[in-house]
């Protein structure tokens, strides 16, 4: 049973950062992909961004230029940083982890960006 656990959540003004992390229980590299995804009220799931064991990224064409994925292998960690963050990032961010076909999921993060 593989865990995620989501952190670094919260309330920012408009343009502001963020930085959530994703703490993964075991080795992150056997993993195909990693990365985040978000659903905010009244919206379907979206790909914000992801990275592949081979280290190729991708981003929502909503978030290029201003959000970044990054991982850390010793430490067993995704990372979304999220900068110039606009109302609309408002969301809840999940962490997820795809081995083929099986998707394995944290639990969530609130994201709210409000002046």
């Known amino acids: 049973q593989v865990e995620l656990v989501e952190s670094g959540g919260g309330l920012v003004q408009p343009g502001e950062s963020l930085r959530l992390s994703c703490a993964a229980s075991?080795?992150?590299?056997?993993?195909?992909?990693m990365g985040w995804y978000r659903r905010a009220p009244g919206n379907e799931r979206e790909l914000v961004a992801s990275?592949?064991?081979?280290?190729?990224?991708n981003y929502a064409s909503s978030v290029e230029g201003r959000f970044y994925i990054s991982r850390d292998g010793a430490a067993k960690t995704v990372a979304l940083q999220m900068n110039t963050l606009k109302p609309e990032d408002t969301a809840i961010y999940y962490c997820?982890?795809?081995?083929?076909?099986?998707?394995?999921w944290g639990q969530g993060t609130q994201v709210t960006v409000s002046s």
């Open positions: 075991t080795n992150i590299f056997m993993f195909n992909e």
């Open positions: 997820f982890a795809r081995t083929l076909g099986r998707y394995n």
């Open positions: 990275i592949n064991v081979g280290g190729v990224t």
